[in-house]
């Protein structure tokens, strides 16, 4: 069974970067797609992007302007780069894995069954 585990959320300054990770533990085997969603206070959760086992990312939406999201070689950690951060960022921030569907990597929430518990992204004007 595959875990994962956020970290690096907290709180900054508008116009600041952080760098969210997910550390996956189990059954590494378990999955070749890592996604990246948000919920802001409020909201339903919302796409980032996903990367696959290949470190071919895909972004939803305009999310590629600030965005970027890599793998590490082992494909352990998967990484969420927020630059540029708004108010409006503030959310709460997941990763979620599975496998390819048909060779490609889904975007939407309901194609995720395993979660991480989020870290929570505060951006103070």
């Known amino acids: 069974q595959v875990q994962l585990v956020e970290s690096g959320g907290g709180s900054v300054q508008a116009g600041g970067s952080l760098k969210l990770s997910c550390a996956v533990s189990g059954d590494t085997d378990s999955g070749s797609c890592m996604a990246w969603f948000r919920q802001l206070p409020g909201k339903r959760r919302e796409s980032v992007g996903v990367?696959?086992?290949?470190?071919?990312?895909t972004y939803a939406g305009s999310m590629r302007e600030r965005f970027a999201i890599s793998i590490d070689t082992a494909k352990t950690t998967a990484y969420l780069q927020i630059n540029g951060l708004r108010p409006d960022d503030a959310a709460l921030y997941y990763c979620?894995?599975?496998?390819?569907?048909?060779?490609?990597?889904?975007?939407?929430?309901?194609?995720?069954?395993?979660w991480g518990q989020g870290t929570q992204v505060t951006v103070s004007p």
């Open positions: 990367i696959d086992s290949d470190g071919r990312a």
């Open positions: 979620a894995t599975r496998w390819r569907i048909n060779g490609q990597c889904p975007t939407g929430e309901r194609d995720y069954q395993v």
